[in-house]
């Protein structure tokens, strides 16, 4: 993965606001995680898939990453 690629997958998929008065913030998950569960989860929908846990968890990565790639190219 290209080095702009893989700092738009490390920035947070959903807006947040800054922490205050010294608490502990969580900002969620990263746009990689993000992606990849979104594949995930259309993977998944399809009933004819057989469900082998690492071959979806590295396709889904693959799409994820594939996105950011393509999605580094136009910022």
Known sequence: MT???EQLGKE???GFHECV???SC???INKREYFAGL????ILSNSSVKIEVEPIIHT???FANSLLEE???TE
């Open 26 to 28: 969580n900002h969620g």
């Open 3 to 5: 080095e702009k690629a």
């Open 71 to 73: 999605l580094s190219k």
């Open 21 to 23: 008065d010294g608490f």
């Open 60 to 62: 889904s990565l693959l």
């Open 39 to 42: 594949a995930m989860q259309g």
């Open 12 to 14: 947070y998929a959903f």
